[in-house]
């Protein structure tokens, strides 16, 4: 069975520009969560989404945003891209909004 | 709101020695408590959970960890250390699986 995928796993950008970034939750999974982890801290929740519709947000500024599409997968964008946003971005499914998490293998964004 | 202290950003210990990864929590609510192991470039995978009952939990990889409520406590142990251990271990808290509150890390180093 597949995991939870990411696309793409690294990418550059420059700041100021904006990033979108995929995941696909394990097969059956309707709520996916996405986590920011800077270099050298645990992930920092941004997001969870079920069913289409936003059931949780984490102390982040409006440039982010997510959707969740009818297949469950999900985008994460972010906007007018800082330095500081650069982090692995980590991407999570679970059946239900309060079952077990799966993480993906993370995209790695780095901002210059 | 809840917290995670994980005390130590790295631990050392030699092969065949015994392995001991502190956590600390603080909920206002019954946690669920979590232990998840990252190698690097990879995601998160899920070593570990305490929900309800049993207050000593048994998780992959011979490790497993003991839920102290008067404590506060959710320390990691295992009693022989392999080499295939060294990654960074995060300890997490939820209040039901839904949303994750991460420590910052624990970097665990084994020498032959």
């Known amino acids: 069975d597949a995991g939870v995928t990411q696309s793409p796993t690294h990418l550059i950008k420059t700041r100021g520009q904006q990033v979108t970034l995929r995941c696909s939750p394990i097969s059956g999974h309707k709520s996916v969560s996405w986590y920011q982890q800077v270099l050298g801290q645990g992930p920092q929740f941004i997001f969870q989404y079920y069913e289409k519709e936003e059931r949780g947000r984490g102390n982040f500024p409006d440039r982010f945003s997510a959707r969740q599409f009818p297949n469950y997968s999900s985008e994460l964008n972010v906007n007018a891209l800082l330095l500081g946003d650069s982090a692995l971005y980590l991407c999570a499914s679970s059946p239900g909004p309060t079952t077990e998490a799966f993480f993906g293998q993370g995209t790695r964004l780095t901002v210059v | 709101a809840q917290s995670v202290t994980q005390l130590g950003s790295h631990v050392s210990v030699s092969e065949g020695a015994l392995v001991l990864l502190r956590c600390n929590y603080s909920s206002s609510v019954p946690p669920y408590l979590f232990w998840y192991v990252q190698y690097p470039n990879q995601g998160l995978q899920l070593l570990l959970k305490?929900?309800?009952?049993?207050?000593l939990v048994k998780g992959i990889n011979g490790f497993e960890a003991e839920f102290k409520k008067s404590e506060t406590s959710f320390h990691l142990t295992k009693p022989s250390a392999h080499m295939s251990d060294a990654a960074e271990y995060f300890c997490?808290?939820?209040?039901?699986?839904?949303?994750?509150?991460f420590g910052k890390g624990t970097m665990l180093l084994v020498s032959p």
């Open positions: 997490a808290v939820s209040s039901g699986y839904s949303t994750l509150t």
């Open positions: 305490y929900t309800t009952g049993a207050t």
